[in-house]
């Protein structure tokens, strides 16, 4: 029998779960708490966006601001009604009521089981950084940074969407990610 280890997150409400798996740190640093990116940027810092952090080891969760080019698992969240639709060669995930205003995928992005990790993206970037066997794709080797990230020219200052203050390029006050740029979507 093979045992998957990871982190159970029931609803007080509904006493529905999710599983969380073990081994859901940044891509660099698989030990670290894991994280999964949200759709908001940062309160403060367009140069970050929030995330949920868990620590296994102590089961806490916490809502945190985090570079945006760190590579994040992503849980798909049902909002009114719509589906997520996944990849052609993807199990579809369940829809799973946590008692909030919205509801969270049965596994994350990229995987086909909850048991499975799923792919790293960076915040706003729908393809990962990394290949199915976990290899860096070309231009990505030295893993996530400002040089490699999408949304910038190569340092925090020179972002290219997502912007709410000019110190960081041009403002175009959006601080959802629009659904072309969301990897759950």
Do not use: Q
Request: aromatic share 16%.
């Amino acid at each position: 029998m093979f045992t998957y280890r990871g982190f159970i997150v029931e609803s007080p409400i509904t006493g529905e779960m999710i599983f969380l798996p073990e081994g859901v740190g940044k891509r660099e640093e698989p030990f670290k708490p894991g994280g999964y990116w949200s759709s908001s940027l940062s309160w403060d810092d367009p140069g970050y966006a929030l995330t949920m952090l868990v620590w296994m080891p102590s089961k806490s969760i916490g809502i945190y601001e985090e570079e945006r080019y760190v590579g994040h698992r992503i849980r798909p969240v049902y909002d009114d009604g719509e589906p997520y639709v996944p990849e052609p060669e993807t199990k579809e995930p369940e829809a799973i009521d946590l008692g909030l205003s919205v509801k969270w995928a049965s596994f994350n992005v990229g995987a086909s089981s909850p048991e499975e990790s799923g792919n790293y993206y960076a915040w706003g970037v729908i393809e990962p950084y990394h290949t199915p066997s976990g290899h860096m794709k070309a231009g990505y080797e030295n893993g996530y940074d400002w040089d490699s990230y999408k949304w910038c020219s190569g340092s925090i200052r020179s972002l290219k969407k997502y912007v709410t203050d000019s110190y960081y390029g041009a403002i175009d006050n959006k601080t959802m990610l629009e659904s072309l740029d969301d990897a759950a979507n």
